[in-house]
C-alpha cells in the first residue's frame, strides 16, 4: 500500500486553510493544516512530511521568514512552496523556498507540489 505524500499547509486564515486541503487532497495528497495565531504555531508531532505549503502574509507577531526558518529546522529535506498575492516571491523570502506560486491557481500548485515531491500524476 502507497502511503500519502503529506503536505504541511500553514496560513493565519482557517478558511485558507480549509480550501489548501481541500485542494490537495482532491490531488490525493494527505494536507496537514497548522494555523498560525497570535501565539505562533505547533508543528505536528510524529508525522512526515514531504513538502511545506506557506502563506506569505501571517499574523503581525510572526512572518514567514521566520516560520520558513523553523520549518526548515524541523523538516530539513521538506521543499518550502511559497503562496501568496504578490507577483514574485518577496527577496526577504526567496532564499528559503523552493517554489513559488501566485495566489488563485491551484493547478500550477498542484504540478509545483507534483515536482517537488517527484510524485507523477498517477502515483498520488
Not at 514567514?64 to 529535506?77: E, M
Not at 511559497?82 to 526577504?92: E, H, K, N, Q
Amino acid at each position: 500500500m502507497n502511503q500519502k505524500i503529506s503536505i504541511l499547509l500553514i496560513d493565519d486564515d482557517p478558511a485558507h486553510l480549509q480550501i489548501y486541503r481541500l485542494i490537495v487532497e482532491t490531488a490525493g495528497f494527505r494536507g496537514l493544516p497548522v494555523l498560525v495565531s497570535m501565539r505562533g504555531l505547533d508543528f505536528p508531532e510524529g508525522e512526515q512530511v514531504d513538502a511545506v505549503l506557506l502563506d506569505y502574509r501571517l499574523a503581525p507577531n510572526i512572518s514567514a521568514c521566520d516560520v520558513a526558518k523553523r520549518v526548515r529546522h524541523q523538516y530539513p529535506s521538506a521543499p518550502i512552496v511559497l503562496l501568496s498575492d504578490v507577483y514574485d516571491a518577496p527577496t526577504d523570502i526567496a532564499p528559503l523556498v523552493q517554489g513559488f506560486v501566485r495566489k488563485g491557481n491551484p493547478a500550477l500548485l498542484l504540478s509545483t507540489l507534483r515536482e517537488l515531491t517527484k510524485t507523477p500524476d498517477k502515483e498520488i
